[in-house]
């Protein structure tokens, strides 16, 4: 068992701005950002940026499908700098006139013609949200809370919703809500508490009831890609950090040129399956690997999986977690998930606990 610190850390770092009660909420801002959007290609040459104040500036795009100069957000500059090669943390601490001649130097001769994915918002305001490459494949988040909207419903009323404190209901608040975005980014926990999985022998020959959740992030802007992780658990506190954590397991999409139609295919019917499905299937695998008892060759099993350098580790870890020796298939899986915890290294730690997923399976 083991704890998730991912909607913790969104819950200490996000301002109340960033933060919303319901999916119905968040999905009305980003139907209005996505109307108030344009995104479309043009040159990195067509690209200037001018100083307005001592650390202010703007940019002008020649061609664009509007005529006023945009303000980039401090992401969007990020991206601008990383265009020409150059830090965006020492840009940002020179006044601006001379930032702006770097960049525009780096646009306009240091960096060969070169097409550049451009989104603006216009509200009133002009905002420059992203400088991308020309074929990065947008997911919008629009889209994205859309789909939990269709399956979950408003995320506070229903089986799936934002969880409660150490299992108990609670109202949703700004102070407590697991729903999150700002100008780049999203991120969303909601969780099944009431219905949950009995699984026999979980520890010490004891029944352990774990609650189904999972977080789902995205980045209209080039901030990250969009994510899928699911997992059981015991409860969350009001620190919103997840404690008893079973069996984490990940799916990524990079915002590729065919990334909208990859969460088309793959995303939503996932979606639409966590909603529906009965959990006796997750029971009955779970059952199945409890009762897949191992053989004198475990060294030879967890090698072939994971490597020889991870056998000793992953029955250390068993041993200290479990206060018992691996056994079954569900105890190797178990011991994976605790190792991954550890790997500071986000796609070695998503290998790991794939492959304990799998491990799983073998049950079935």
Excluded at 169 to 193: C, Q, R
Excluded at 246 to 264: G, M
Excluded at 335 to 344: F, G, K, V
Aim: some cysteine; charged content about 25%; glycine content about 6%.
């Amino acid at each position: 068992m083991g704890t998730l610190m991912q909607a913790s850390n969104q819950w200490m770092s996000r301002p109340a701005d960033e933060r919303y009660c319901s999916l119905t909420e968040m999905q009305e801002h980003f139907k209005v950002v996505r109307d108030e959007s344009q995104a479309f290609v043009t040159a990195n040459k067509r690209i200037t940026l001018a100083p307005t104040g001592v650390k202010e500036m703007v940019v002008e795009i020649e061609g664009a499908p509007f005529s006023d100069p945009v303000a980039p957000t401090h992401h969007a500059f990020g991206q601008l700098a990383q265009l020409v090669g150059a830090p965006a943390g020492y840009l940002r601490n020179l006044p601006a006139p001379i930032a702006a001649d770097a960049v525009n130097y780096g646009l306009k001769f240091h960096r060969p013609i070169d097409d550049v994915g451009i989104l603006t918002r216009h509200n009133g305001d002009h905002v420059l949200r992203a400088a991308t490459g020309p074929r990065y494949g947008r997911i919008w988040n629009a889209d994205v809370v859309t789909a939990l909207v269709d399956r979950f419903g408003d995320g506070v009323t229903g089986p799936w919703k934002v969880p409660g404190e150490f299992g108990k209901d609670v109202v949703v608040t700004k102070d407590n809500t697991t729903l999150y975005a700002s100008d780049k980014d999203m991120f969303v926990f909601l969780a099944d508490e009431k219905r949950r999985i009995e699984i026999p022998n979980r520890r010490d020959g004891k029944t352990g009831a774990l609650a189904r959740g999972f977080f789902m992030w995205n980045s209209e802007t080039g901030d990250k890609t969009f994510g899928l992780g699911t997992f059981l658990f015991d409860f969350v506190c009001m620190n919103r950090i997840v404690w008893g954590a079973e069996h984490y397991e990940e799916v990524t999409i990079r915002h590729t040129a065919s990334a909208p139609e990859k969460f088309l295919e793959r995303m939503q019917p996932a979606l639409t399956a966590m909603a529906e499905a009965s959990d006796q299937p997750i029971r009955d695998t779970i059952a199945a690997a409890q009762q897949k008892k191992l053989a004198d060759d475990l060294d030879d099993f967890l090698a072939k999986r994971f490597g020889r350098k991870m056998v000793a580790p992953l029955k250390a870890i068993h041993e200290a977690e479990e206060a018992r020796p691996i056994e079954s298939l569900w105890d190797v899986s178990t011991a994976a998930t605790a190792y991954a915890r550890s790997i500071p290294n986000s796609d070695k730690r998503v290998e790991v606990e794939r492959e304990a997923g799998k491990v799983l399976k073998l049950a079935a």
